[in-house]
């Protein structure tokens, strides 16, 4: 039986609430002291609060903070000759080999030292003092299997909250994984659309999600699954986003949901209305990795944005650039030209990335704040724990440099409010 035809069957005869879900604990109430942010909804093609104006979300993802990504962190991952410790690829092996050095107590204070470094309170006052108006937050589903994971959820939607920004929650990482990529946390696994339990867990963690946050208009919307690409055909892509979607709904009837197309384009995505997705956003990535100069950077983005208004029209919902930057030859001009565009049809945004921190050090466009100089990074392998939570503290903002123009480029004319 074709994967179309099971995915759809299952849609047809599974109970969307699924067996096994689980009650959540109680979110944070530290955010008490924030004034609340009006609930976004979708209306036609816009983003709109709850007096009807059209609202244009810009932010950053926060990624490498509840995700960690090798190539944009300071973290050796190549084991010792002769040493039985896997290469560190992804979220998994990383601690794997954590977890073999130093046990399960260890690995979770150098974890919860990384993160904290990484991303913090002070950091969403550099976001809020940035002009942008909200934070991307990826994550992965092995967070929340964590002891007390849910917290660093709560916290960033606190800290959101306190500084009048919007969330949105970016589930990077599914059970069972929907893509080859590391960035799920697992590289080259790829088995959430191969497997109805797998889909059957993923529900319970929108459930569970939802049900938590349900009632925090700061939360601008779920975004239930990053870069799907591991999906056989279309047909699978969207029958497992709307068994999530279904999901969120028992629990959740007010917050929107966010769909990416998992590069296989908006003309693929199906017509929310048709679809009986109600309060929908849709999403794409881009990247122009193969441009040659700052104008074919610019051109690329250009063209995507051509694309995206030509297939609005047919979806009638807004849109998010969940994802996108300009290198690995833009500018902060290039930037800031093609912000102007999106915004000019009413897009949200998030740029990739808040920070980058390279062993090597960096100079790229890669990370609002970056390490243009080399640090130690943290080896995983030889260092002791104490070593380890040293070389955390490398990595913290205040020790990074802002990229020079960026954030000047994406603020310019007073757009990012």
């Not at 995206?308 to 994802?323: H, T």
Request: proline letters at 6%; one cysteine or more.
């Amino acid at each position: 039986m074709r994967l179309r035809t099971l995915f759809v069957i299952l849609i047809a005869l599974t109970p969307a609430g699924g067996a096994g879900a689980q009650s959540p604990s109680q979110p944070s109430a530290s955010g008490a002291a924030g004034a609340p942010l009006p609930w976004l909804s979708a209306k036609g093609e816009d983003l709109v609060d709850a007096a009807g104006h059209r609202v244009v979300l810009r932010g950053v993802s926060l990624g490498g903070w509840l995700v960690e990504e090798m190539w944009m962190q300071p973290i050796v991952t190549t084991p010792p000759d002769g040493s039985d410790l896997p290469a560190i690829r992804d979220h998994v092996s990383l601690d794997a080999v954590l977890r073999r050095r130093l046990g399960e107590a260890g690995l979770r204070r150098v974890k919860a030292a990384m993160r904290d470094a990484w991303v913090n309170e002070s950091d969403f006052d550099r976001i809020k003092d940035a002009g942008f108006n909200h934070v991307r937050v990826p994550f992965l589903y092995d967070l929340l299997e964590e002891p007390s994971g849910f917290e660093w959820l709560d916290r960033a939607i606190d800290w959101a909250k306190q500084r009048g920004l919007y969330v949105i929650l970016d589930l990077h990482g599914a059970p069972g994984r929907q893509s080859k990529d590391h960035h799920t946390g697992e590289q080259d696994r790829n088995e959430l659309f191969k497997n109805p339990a797998h889909v059957a867990h993923a529900e319970r963690v929108w459930r569970e999600v939802a049900r938590r946050y349900r009632d925090r208009p700061e939360v601008a919307g779920y975004d239930l699954l990053n870069e799907p690409m591991g999906a056989p055909d279309v047909g699978t892509l969207y029958a497992v986003q709307t068994r999530l979607y279904r999901a969120i709904r028992e629990v959740d009837a007010r917050h929107v949901i966010i769909i990416e197309d998992g590069y296989t384009g908006l003309d693929h995505m199906p017509v929310p209305a048709d679809a009986g997705w109600k309060n929908v956003m849709g999403s794409c990535h881009h990247y122009a990795f193969n441009s040659k100069s700052e104008e074919d950077q610019l051109k690329a983005g250009r063209g995507h944005v051509e694309y995206m208004r030509r297939w609005q029209r047919k979806l009638k919902c807004p849109l998010y650039l969940g994802e996108f930057n300009q290198e690995p030859h833009g500018t902060p001009q290039s930037m800031a030209a093609l912000t102007k565009d999106l915004e000019a049809s009413g897009w949200s945004w998030a740029i990739w990335t808040y920070k980058v921190a390279f062993a090597k050090g960096d100079r790229s466009m890669w990370g609002v704040y970056r390490n243009p100089e080399p640090m130690d990074a943290l080896d995983p392998y030889r260092d002791d724990e104490k070593a380890l939570l040293a070389k955390c503290e490398q990595v913290r903002t205040e020790r990074l440099e802002r990229r020079p123009g960026l954030v000047e480029a994406l603020s310019g004319a007073g757009r990012v409010k």
